[in-house]
């Protein structure tokens, strides 16, 4: 029984008042921090790349170096995300479906790109397929050069990528779960004709944000490229390395012409990921 | 040169072949299924007639899932044979077995309409647009979903969902109809009116239906004949009446309708002449007489509790020797003895069975 209603609403309302405090205090310090962080240095980078004008910009943005760099890039991203788009489906349908012996150690080396260090990754290609690795008799024989060139930057590419669409995946099969394949199948439906019909377009949004992430780490990848690519000038530069190499030649606006048309493709990506995060809802 | 009956009977047994031509429905024989270190199925053989509606019934684990899936090709047996409407279906694929299936969570396709779930089977079949076109709106209206074509799965209710999942899986024209626990995700309001409703589609559109379920009154109410499956095996196969009156173990006895377990050597039963062999003695509830007076063959007992169902009431009896059992009455005889709690009575058994198996659940 309440008897007096105020009574109990009375310390209710100091704990609300002594709470309130909290909230302010951590919005606080989220905003310093990524302020301090991100804001800031994006917005300088910005500020960088047009100080000497939209003209001093665009010039950048028409140097041949540049040019052969967002083309490198460009075509890394070409051929690396559906690469790893179609092989994301397959083992993402072939982890989530069947149940096999080894089953959990797959899915955590799938994780392995997340969590080893870049440079190490591209150290493991040089080991492989450098003139001095396990491959590197075999292929110098045949006269086929993976490392210091084009099919080097693409494995480490491949590699540093390869985990977003998987991961995307796996949890919204999960979710619609087999039944509905089943059902399918039960009205005559091949697997083939199941993928396509019913998999596919109950995925389709997780997939997309997997492509689209997949994408992102293709094109923005440093450290694994860096160490296999030889970073020559208008051959193995792809657009972060031409970045890095401006930035040290002192061309600064360079450097931050390039670094704001990537910031700009990865601004792109957020909007259209949150986009896709709102549809899958 | 081997002769094309010499092949078949080598195929088949005899007395499977004989089966099939008996019963062109559906004919399971010594199926077993094993999932690692759990018997789903231990050779079961069951057969059902062309054109009925057959309830599988067990409690969870029973196996009567994987046996209705092992039907549907969605399982396949570790060993056994399946024969659909007399052709053997055991190697065929879900695909080419022609059967409808309606799953527990409906299974309906998310993305598409109503109208595109029915279509679904017939276009996959490459049936003519026009006769596609024409069969969905039947069957929307078959399944009183008239006007609703153009929905999506999510728009709809439970029960709406169900009958667009029993439409798609009608729409192929299925030899068989196979559901499972169809009833199972809905309220029971709607799952009364849905069972009612699937008897009359049943009698309308006549073809052999097979269900899942583990609710006893739903098998007893739909079907024509009930298969009643423990651990992976058959324990009855039999029409709602013979399962009842007649239970072929202690497990049915106990699984179909409440059941008061008694030990044999209990004096109720030795004032009454019931004797057995075995330890228990089982008794239904309604089989037990109640009077105010003592007769030759009663024994009295304290009426511990009652309980009001509305058009019966729950008697808790305790007997002298402290055992506890359940009575149940109509209105009608309630009224006439005006029972009260705490009160002597004098009962007597009607019918009494005991089963040679002991019986765990």
Redesign the interface.
Known sequence: MISNPQQLNKPLNDRNLKKSWVPTILIGITVVYLGLVLYIPAANVFYQAFRLGTGAFFENLTKPEFLSAASLTLMLAVIAVPINTVFGLCAAWALTRNRFWGRSFLLSVIDLPFSISPVVAGLMLVLLYGRLGWFGPWLNSNNIQIIFAFPGMLLATLFVSMPFVVREVIPVLEE??A??E?????????EW?TFW??TL??IRWGLLYGVLLTNARAMGEFGAVSVVSGNLSQQTQSLPLFVEEAYKQYQTESAYSAAVLLAFLAVLTLVFKEILERKTK | MVSSQQFTQRLFTPRFINKVIKFMGICVQDVSKRFGDFQALDRVSVDIESGSLVALLGPSGSGKSTLLRSI?G?ESPDSGRISLMGEDATDRS??DRK???V?Q?Y?????MTVRRNIA??ME??KMAASRVKARTEELLDLVQLTGMGDRYPSQLSGGQRQRV?LA??L??EPKVLLLDEPFGALDARVRKDLRAWLRRLHDEVHVTTVFVTHDQEEAMEVSDRIVVMNKGKVEQIGTPAQVYDHPASAFVMSFIGPVNVLPTSSKIFQESGFDSAHPEMFLRPHDIEIALEAANNTVPARVARLIHLGWEIQAELELEDGQLMIANLTRDRYDRLQLEENQCVYVRPKEAKSFALNYNI
């Not at chain 1, 089943?182 to 091949?190: D, H, N, Q, R």
């Not at chain 2, 299974?107 to 993305?111: I, R």
């Open positions: 619609a779960g039944e509905q089943e059902a399918a199948a039960t009205l005559g439906a091949s004709q019909r019913v377009p109950n | 549907a969605l879900v695909q059967i409808g299936f799953f969570h299974a309906l396709f998310k993305h679904f089977g996959i079949r999942a798609r899986a729409a192929v």
